[in-house]
């Protein structure tokens, strides 16, 4: 290693030894005989104190190295009760390992809000910025908490092909891509792909990977690739696949309140869960919605934001109309509804999901009548004819989830590089 300890962990013990520190120089404050320089890594940020009548002619060149330069500095390390964090360094041998050139294209301690694309654009300045990474430390727990808790529910990860030769989720919204001299897609969900392992018998199935859709929509929700959390269970009904989700809710929930430094930097409070979790039909949303909906029409931003003033939080919506509902989604015992859910905080859509048509007729009779034809689905269909259990799952969007336990206004925030309609860089 570069150093013998982190900025952020020095201790008692090691006031009055000589210690190694690499890092980032995020301020220089030069008063002429005295400079106060603050040094940055991923556990906090240490003074370092530059005395004029200690250090010499190398006093001036330490106290004006750019900002955001990465530095290794050697020195004694005090109390000082004065300094941020109770501590400083005295610094005896400075090293710039890096130069940073000025000026930077975003403040790193400016206090200035910058526009989301401008930090976008520099995102690799804007993740120094403890805020937005507190964001990724809420990421990584949630999506910890989804692979403990469903390989602890016995479901297999496994992983599907991006690459694919038809639509899963209706023609609209794909992205085409040459493939030598075929045209194929990229997978806007594992749908088919899950359903199809089903019938290969293995039961529960999950896969946290990336799904594309050509979306033309630029909201604060929606973008063209996304991580999609997809659970398939055999032998299980809507009710059940339900069960899960709000299982694995709560796990997830428990996995961020232990996560207390990034929650106090977001300031956000832990969420806590008392399940189950609230259903409402989707009779109930429309009429909830007051007016803003129509029955048979998907529930409008609009709809869903007066839903969620009364529901508040994490919530079902259950028995969608049949006709708002993917081909693979199976019809209700009165057709004019179907055992689809939907999975909702606040306003904002979390999953989708529900009981599969596991009749292979029925699934040719489903695809019809969306106006798809069959025929292109025969790499499907083949498993359903030759022994498929009854089978449920849902797709759950991990940035959204993320974007929820980090309280983030935009999905962007909790997502390292996103891709939406106008970006495709860095
Ligand atoms: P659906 O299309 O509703 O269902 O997607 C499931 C979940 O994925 C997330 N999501 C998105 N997140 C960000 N940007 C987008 N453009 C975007 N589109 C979807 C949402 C959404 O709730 N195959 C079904 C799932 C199933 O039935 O198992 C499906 O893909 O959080």
Same mark, same amino acid.
């Given at each position: 290693?570069l150093?013998?300890?982190?900025?952020?962990?020095?201790?008692e013990?090691?006031f !009055?030894?000589?210690q190694?520190?690499?890092?980032?120089?995020?301020?220089?404050?030069?008063?002429g005989?005295i400079?106060?320089?603050?040094l940055?890594?991923i556990?906090?940020?240490?003074?370092?104190?530059?005395?004029k009548?200690k250090l010499?002619?190398?006093?001036?060149?330490?106290?004006?190295?750019?900002?955001?330069?990465?530095?290794?500095?050697?020195?004694?390390?005090?109390?000082?009760?004065?300094?941020?964090?109770?501590?400083?360094m005295?610094?005896?041998?400075l090293?710039?390992?890096?130069?940073?050139?000025?000026?930077l294209?975003?403040?790193?301690?400016?206090?200035?809000?910058s526009?989301?694309e401008?930090?976008?654009n520099?995102r690799?300045?804007?993740?120094?910025?403890k805020e937005?990474?507190?964001?990724?430390?809420?990421?990584?727990?949630?999506?910890?908490a989804?692979h403990e808790?469903l390989r602890k529910?016995k $479901?297999?990860e496994?992983h599907?092909?991006?690459i694919?030769?038809s639509a899963?989720?209706?023609?609209?919204?794909?992205?085409? %891509?040459?493939?030598?001299?075929?045209?194929?897609y990229l997978a806007?969900?594992?749908?088919?792909y899950?359903?199809?392992l089903?019938?290969?018998?293995l039961?529960?199935v999950y896969?946290v990977g990336?799904?594309?859709?050509?979306e033309?929509h630029n909201?604060?929700r929606?973008l063209?690739?996304?991580i999609?959390?997809?659970?398939?269970?055999?032998f299980?009904d809507?009710d059940?696949? %339900?069960?899960?989700?709000?299982?694995?809710?709560?796990?997830?929930?428990?996995?961020?309140?232990?996560?207390t430094?990034a929650?106090?930097t977001l300031?956000?409070k832990p969420i806590e869960?008392e399940?189950p979790?609230?259903?409402?039909?989707?009779d109930?949303?429309?009429?909830m919605?007051?007016?803003?909906v129509?029955?048979?029409?998907?529930l409008? %931003?609009?709809?869903?934001?007066?839903?969620?003033r009364?529901?508040?939080?994490?919530?079902?919506?259950?028995k969608?109309?049949?006709?708002?509902?993917p081909?693979y989604?199976l019809?209700?015992?009165?057709p004019?509804?179907s055992?689809g859910?939907?999975f909702?905080?606040?306003?904002?859509? %979390?999953?989708s999901?529900?009981q599969?048509?596991h009749?292979v007729?029925m699934?040719?009779?489903?695809?019809?009548?969306?106006?798809?034809?069959p025929? !292109? $689905?025969n790499?499907?269909?083949?498993p359903?004819?030759y022994g498929?259990?009854?089978?449920a799952?849902?797709?759950?969007g991990?940035?959204?989830l993320?974007m929820?336990f980090a309280?983030a206004?935009?999905?962007?925030?909790?997502v390292l590089?996103?891709?939406?309609?106008t970006?495709?860089?860095?």
């Open positions: 290693m150093n013998t300890r982190k900025c952020g962990e020095i201790s013990e090691d !009055g030894s000589e190694t520190l690499c890092g980032w120089l995020q301020d220089t404050r030069n008063l005989g400079a106060f320089l603050q940055r890594d556990t906090g940020v240490i003074q370092l104190t530059l005395l009548k010499g002619d190398n006093f001036k060149p330490w106290a004006s190295i750019n900002r955001e330069s990465i530095v290794q500095v050697t020195g004694i390390v005090k109390e000082n009760k004065e300094a941020p964090g109770g501590v400083e005295l610094p005896e041998k090293e710039v390992l890096n130069n940073a050139e000025t000026p294209p975003l403040g790193v301690i400016d206090k200035i809000d526009e989301i401008t930090r976008l520099a690799y300045l804007d993740l120094r910025k937005i990474s507190a964001n990724f430390q809420i990421r990584a727990a949630v999506s910890g989804v808790h529910e $479901f297999l496994v599907t092909p991006k694919i030769a899963t989720e209706g023609g609209t919204s794909l992205f085409e %891509m040459k493939y030598f001299d075929k045209a194929a806007q969900s594992p749908q088919l899950k359903q199809m089903m019938s290969g018998g039961e529960r896969e990336p799904a594309f859709r050509a033309e909201t604060p929606h063209n690739e996304f999609s959390i997809d659970i398939e269970m055999s299980a809507d059940v696949v %339900m069960g899960v989700m709000e299982r694995l809710i709560d796990s997830a929930a428990k996995a961020v309140a232990k996560e430094e929650l106090e300031g956000m869960l399940l979790l609230p259903r409402i039909t989707y109930e949303a429309v009429e919605s007051n007016g803003k129509e029955w048979g029409e998907d409008s %931003m609009e709809a869903t934001r007066e839903i969620a009364q529901m508040n939080g994490f919530y079902f919506i259950t969608w109309p049949l006709s708002l509902k081909f989604i019809p209700d015992d009165n004019k509804y055992r859910f939907d909702m905080f606040n306003e904002v859509e %979390m999953t999901g529900g599969r048509v009749d007729n699934l040719r009779e489903r695809l019809k009548e969306q106006g798809l034809d025929d !292109g $689905f790499h499907y269909l083949d359903f004819r498929m259990p009854p089978h799952g849902w797709g759950l991990l940035d959204r993320a929820t309280g206004k935009n999905v962007r925030e909790c590089f996103p891709r939406d309609r970006r495709m860089t860095p």
